[in-house]
């Protein structure tokens, strides 16, 4: 059995038809989706910017962290909750589409990069290490965090 017939029985499962059949289901949980990705985003584009140094300067860094923090996690649950309700709507479409699977490896090095290296940079503090090699981090984290977005207004363009 391959991992896609398993997300196409999940997909025949009775919330997950009503959410895709019903008029109003899946623009709920797009909405719910894009809201999540919206906070998700705003939270990452602060502790971004803090570390690169623009903005915010008479807060820690370290602080900001902590307190974007749950904010960050909730918008991530979301985000991910309401994405696998999306996508298992129907799998084999999204499976088919190659703008999908970059925003998933996207979505994974944007994961792993803001919970390993962006999290050892705002534990240290944006002075413990030089401003150039700070904006390089937080470009490359933005990079990533916004390219999950575009990927994903891809997938209604591109095949």
């Given at each position: ?146 390219g999950v977005g575009w990927a994903g207004r891809a997938i209604a363009?591109?095949?």
């Amino acid at each position: 059995m391959s991992l896609l017939s398993v997300f196409e029985t999940l997909s025949n499962w009775a919330p997950i038809v009503f959410v895709r059949d019903s008029k109003y289901g899946m623009p709920g949980i797009e909405s719910v989706h894009l809201t999540g990705l919206t906070v998700l985003l705003a939270t990452v584009l602060v502790l971004d910017l803090r570390l690169a140094g623009f903005g915010m300067k008479e807060y820690e860094l370290s602080w900001l962290a902590r307190q974007l923090k749950p904010w960050t996690l909730g918008a991530l649950t979301v985000v991910i909750s309401s994405g696998l309700l999306i996508f298992l709507g129907t799998p084999g479409k999204y499976v088919a589409s190659d703008p999908f699977r970059f925003k998933m490896c996207l979505l994974c090095l944007a994961i792993l990069f803001h919970f390993s290296v962006l999290r050892r940079f705002t534990s240290a503090g944006s002075n413990a290490r030089p401003r150039t090699v700070n904006v390089i981090v937080a470009c490359l984290s933005l990079t990533f965090w916004f390219g999950v977005g575009w990927a994903g207004r891809a997938i209604a363009f591109v095949p």
